[in-house]
């Protein structure tokens, strides 16, 4: 690290530390998870070369692993602005040193999302045709649209409310960080018209984002249910999808806030009660979530139709009922255990509930998009679907490259937002004050 | 302008496969090995697959390919519309315009949309023997059935030299051509006159999945009772 240490002292010290000192675990972590992605690389570089046919894709399982994950990172995406932008307009004290580290997760996990369509074309290098030969009538291209419209409004959304801390850090420190932080600044200097300015914006944003997060979603679960294909064409989708992302979007919070706070010792700010709180929500949407797949699949099975019912067996009883059951044990069973108990919900309940959450969040999606496509109306000879080494590598190097981006954000900018704590206490003392005033005049 | 159909008599038809064989020759349809074919790799834009087509007995092996639907649930969802129902009514390939993205073959009800998983190969000799009418389709793409579309254009470019219309004879499709047990007839469905509107006229006509409202042009002939 060049000359960028703190000049002077700042109340703050412990938020800022660890985004200007950088530790030896740091590094460790940053060259194992960099050895991932450059496996993945390799991998990727393998599959452009031979094509699509080093997957263990085949007909009719056209899609696999990559749109898998990219359904459930669009999920997980609705961890930070969503959950965010409705805590700021509700107001809730307590989301404050939790908010950045959410919108983080949205802006970073897109790209992965986005990635994933891409590794999964034959024709990578025809991507463009897209924009250049555009048909409005695709589910794909509504999906490209909405998911362009959130990348760029969630970015600007984790921007905004940096602005004040980016120029906290201008002030802190020297050499490349100041230059860095001067041009990313832009010109702040915390005058009250610049404060009003920045609160109005963030309010706006935090409303329009809500719609978009919500179309993003209900968009992805489109590409399925547009089509005919049985127990895919399902007008619950939309918000089924959404009620899934934001369940699997508040477990990877919890997941990250756990991590950050353990290692950057952040425990002063990110307390019990924040993960409590995120737990209820959780909690909620489990159950939310429980009545969305119950509702899908009892009409299904009530409804005996056919081919919907050849799908539903295979997803039950079938080939895919290790994956439908285990989603059904970590999405249900084992955060409503943890989270419904009080004594439970700490943090250790909560993070346990949310890994299992996630894990069986992308279970969820792999049961939706796998099991129909093997089961088609027509009678062609069909194939069990094994992903291939270059399909579990890639998957690997997008979870390892997404820390590894997280990683890199935690050493640029502070992960709790500095003067959003500043203003709570403020307004605390504030509240104090004038307490001890009406005390003091009666 | 014509609406090309395919109208094919399930009594008459023996499953002697000439008509897969035929066209994988008369469309490059590269060839495959066992082990592709055991992984869901094989590319055929013919196949037989058995399906109950009668109330009772055992199921038919019935030729499929695309079925040409007047509203194809595949061309709706492509993002770049590279495959779309063209005037004549033949549902359409770019293979140039492809992205591979596989939308098209997951929407198609009747999974006869297929994709180039390599770049295809053949054995030294038969190289030379691809039909040079027919493009050689890339790896990442998706292709399937187009009616022989290329021999459309011959037979109109044929009959124009000729200072004459196109007539229903002219233009033949590779599997009906070769079908041995005369089991194929293809035309104009419009054109009251031809064998295959009246074909399609038959009690025994039945539109595979018709319920699904894709309203295929390839009809079937169900075997008599």
């Keep these: ?442 | 302008m014509a609406r090309w159909g395919l109208v094919i008599d399930l009594d008459r038809c023996t499953a002697c496969q000439a008509c897969v064989v035929a066209c994988k020759h008369e469309n490059n349809v590269p060839f495959s090995t066992p082990a592709a074919s055991n992984s869901g790799r094989l590319l055929t834009w013919i196949q037989l697959v058995a399906v109950e087509t009668r109330s009772h007995g055992p199921a038919t092996p019935m030729p499929l390919m695309c079925q040409q639907c007047d509203r194809p649930p595949c061309t709706d969802v492509c993002p770049t519309s590279a495959t779309y129902l063209n005037a004549e009514g033949i549902v359409a390939q770019i293979y140039a315009r492809c992205i591979g993205c596989r939308y098209c073959t997951n929407a198609c009800p009747y999974s006869v949309k297929l994709f180039n998983w390599q770049t295809p190969a053949w054995p030294e000799p038969m190289t030379a023997l691809r039909n040079p009418d027919v493009s050689v389709r890339p790896k990442g793409v998706v292709e399937k059935c187009t009616f022989c579309h290329h021999r459309l254009m011959r037979a109109r470019e044929q009959a124009r030299a000729e200072g004459r219309d196109l007539a229903n004879e002219d233009y033949v499709p590779a599997c009906v051509q070769t079908c041995p047990a005369e089991a194929m007839v293809f035309g104009d469905l419009d054109d009251p006159h031809s064998e295959a509107s009246a074909w399609a006229e038959s009690p025994r006509a039945f539109r595979w999945m018709e319920e699904l409202g894709t309203r295929p042009k390839v009809v079937y002939l169900r075997e008599g009772e």
């Design chain 1, 1 to 442: 690290m060049d000359g960028s240490f703190a000049r002077g002292h700042d109340d703050y010290e412990a938020i800022t530390r660890p985004v200007l000192t950088v530790g030896r675990s740091f590094r460790r972590w940053t060259m194992g998870l960099g050895a991932v992605v450059l496996w993945a690389v390799f991998a990727w570089v393998w599959q452009l070369w031979f094509g699509l046919g080093e997957t263990g894709l085949n007909r009719p399982v056209y899609w696999g692993l990559y749109i898998t994950n990219f359904v459930f990172f669009i999920g997980v995406s609705h961890a930070g602005t969503l959950i965010s932008a409705i805590l700021r307009i509700v107001n809730a004290e307590w989301r404050r040193p939790i908010t950045r580290m959410a919108e983080v997760i949205t802006v970073l996990v897109l790209f992965f999302g986005v990635g994933n369509v891409l590794l999964d074309l034959g024709r990578p290098d025809r991507a463009l045709d897209v924009v250049l030969h555009p048909h409005f009538r695709s589910p794909l291209l509504w999906d490209i649209m909405s998911i362009g419209l959130y990348l760029a409004a969630s970015s600007f959304y984790l921007y905004l409310p940096l602005i004040p801390d980016i120029a906290r850090l201008r002030d802190q420190t020297t050499g490349w960080r100041h230059r860095f932080y001067t041009r990313l600044s832009v010109g702040w200097t915390g005058t009250p018209r610049q404060w009003h300015r920045l609160e109005r914006a963030i309010g706006v944003m935090a409303i329009a984002v809500i719609p978009i997060a919500v179309s993003v979603h209900t968009v992805v679960s489109w590409v399925f249910a547009m089509t005919i294909q049985p127990m895919w064409h399902s007008t619950i989708f939309g918000p089924y999808f959404v009620v899934g992302a934001i369940f699997s979007g508040i477990a990877a919070i919890i997941i990250a806030m756990a991590i950050v706070r353990k290692v950057y010792a952040l425990e002063r700010y990110l307390q019990p009660i924040h993960f409590n709180n995120l737990g209820l929500l959780l909690l909620l949407m489990t159950c939310l979530w429980f009545y969305f797949t119950f509702a899908e699949h009892l009409t299904v099975w009530y409804g005996q139709e056919p081919e919907e019912i050849k799908v539903f067996n295979a997803r039950l009883y079938g080939p895919f009922a290790p994956y439908f059951w285990t989603m059904v044990v970590t999405c249900l069973v084992v955060p409503f255990a943890i989270l419904a108990n009080n004594r439970t919900r700490t943090v250790r309940g909560t993070v346990v509930a949310s890994i299992s959450v996630t894990i069986g969040m992308w279970l969820e999606r792999f049961a939706i998009v796998v099991p129909s496509l093997s089961n088609p109306r027509a009678p062609i000879h069909t194939f069990t679907y094994v992903p291939s080494w270059v399909e579990l590598s890639l998957m690997a190097g997008c979870f390892a490259a997404f820390v590894l981006l997280y990683m890199g954000f935690t050493k640029l900018f502070p992960c709790v937002s500095i003067w959003e704590l500043q203003q709570e206490e403020a307004s605390a003392r504030a509240d104090d004050s004038a307490r001890v005033e009406q005390a003091v005049e009666v």
